[in-house]
């Protein structure tokens, strides 16, 4: 009955707490808007195409022919366009194309401007390395006549390209092997902005605790005879079943919304249980977690700075903000230390997987097994401070 009294006081004190309802529902569901609206052309299938400017210094067959082929993958822009990236070719591009020396010359220069992204870059380099291969084809079938000079550019370039077009068997592997269709972007990002916001419980739990400390509450339930293990149960199980409430709100919000927005939808795959288990899993974690840091805290600064920087770094280095595919190695074995890869890596398994329980039995572990160190040191840390407490709320 006591328990249930506390589960009230907290629902009452958040409910008043309009910042509070906003850091846990309105920004993690605007970052899952926002990154389904910059990456509905991947949603959609649609790449991104590179515009470069192209110069060149020779007017020859070789050089239409390699400007036709660099067209084929990128957006040539007008020479009075500003780009972002430059392709010049040299003077005697023909000589230098087919030169088979140990250091050969360069038969193009590529120009980027300093704020030119590495996807960017990787694209256009990507691209110029097939038109110069096309190009050197193009030469070859000409030179032994199995290119006549009367077919046009535009019959040349196809004849080239069906040389060196591939027809790639593009599949899917699931957790047990079996073959899947691709996952779309929602798969990937809503998970992670998802994981992102359920951790951020930290900072109104920290700030509603700093609230009854300050206020004497605390100090009247400790008068009432209320054991500490009651009162840090009645701080976490709030949390815990908001936590529950936000992955809920999340998943029908990516599920129900985006496809009237025109965006893929969040595809749920994978077994009901699986989901229970692991939204229970994280949420237990988020919540024991942000228990631990209400408990260190003595100011709401030391709360905003703690809770927000402890939220960025776990996010920074698990995989949230930055896939850990991309990362190094080394790295990638930090990511593996943070709770936020664990409940990436088991979402992942869910969406993209059509895992089971099983599949996502190791990331529940790690978590709980998380959530019970971080709840037994927030407890001794809780109790420390509560036998410590004064009317002056100094301790």
Not at 16 to 42: G, I, Q, W
Not at 194 to 213: D, H, K, R, W
Not at 242 to 248: E, H, P, T, V
Request: charged share 10%.
């Amino acid at each position: 009955m006591r328990l249930w009294a506390l589960l009230a006081k907290e629902w009452r004190l958040l409910r008043r707490d309009v910042h509070a309802v906003a850091v846990l529902f309105l920004m993690p569901l605007t970052f899952v808007l926002l990154m389904a609206f910059a990456l509905s052309d991947l949603n959609a299938g649609v790449p991104a195409v590179a515009s470069v400017s192209l110069k060149q210094q020779a007017d020859d067959h070789n050089s239409r022919f390699f400007a036709a082929a660099l067209k084929q993958q990128l957006t040539i822009l007008p020479d009075n366009q500003d780009s972002l990236v430059s392709v010049i070719t040299s003077a005697d591009f023909t000589d230098l194309l087919q030169q088979e020396s140990d250091t050969p010359t360069p038969q193009l220069q590529l120009l980027f401007n300093a704020s030119t992204p590495p996807v960017l870059r990787q694209q256009v380099r990507s691209a110029v390395t097939l038109a110069l291969a096309q190009t050197r084809l193009q030469a070859f079938l000409r030179t032994n006549d199995m290119l006549s000079d009367e077919q046009s550019l535009a019959e040349q370039l196809a004849i080239v390209r069906q040389q060196t077009d591939s027809t790639l068997d593009e599949q899917d592997t699931g957790s047990q092997g079996q073959l899947l269709p691709q996952a779309n972007a929602s798969q990937h990002s809503v998970p992670a902005w998802l994981i992102f916001g359920m951790f951020f419980v930290m900072l109104p739990m920290a700030n509603t605790l700093l609230s009854e400390q300050q206020s004497g509450t605390l100090l009247r339930l400790k008068s009432a005879g209320l054991p500490p293990l009651t009162l840090a149960l009645g701080k976490c199980l709030p949390y815990f079943m908001i936590n529950l409430l936000q992955f809920s709100l999340l998943v029908s919000v990516s599920y129900w919304l985006l496809p009237l927005l025109g965006l893929a939808p969040l595809q749920l795959n994978g077994s009901p249980l699986a989901y229970l288990l692991l939204a229970c899993s994280i949420a237990l974690c988020s919540s024991s977690f942000g228990f631990f840091i209400a408990s260190l805290v003595r100011s709401n600064e030391q709360a905003l700075m703690l809770s927000g920087g402890c939220n960025i770094i776990l996010a920074a280095i698990g995989g949230i903000m930055v896939p850990k595919a991309v990362m190094p190695e080394a790295m990638q074995q930090v990511a593996a230390l943070s709770p936020m890869s664990w409940a990436l890596d088991g979402c992942l398994a869910l969406l993209t997987g059509h895992g089971a329980i099983t599949d996502i039995a190791p990331a529940a572990v790690k978590l709980l097994l998380f959530a019970c160190v971080s709840f037994v040191l927030a407890y001794f840390i809780f109790q420390y401070k509560l036998s410590r407490i004064k009317w002056t709320a100094l301790y």
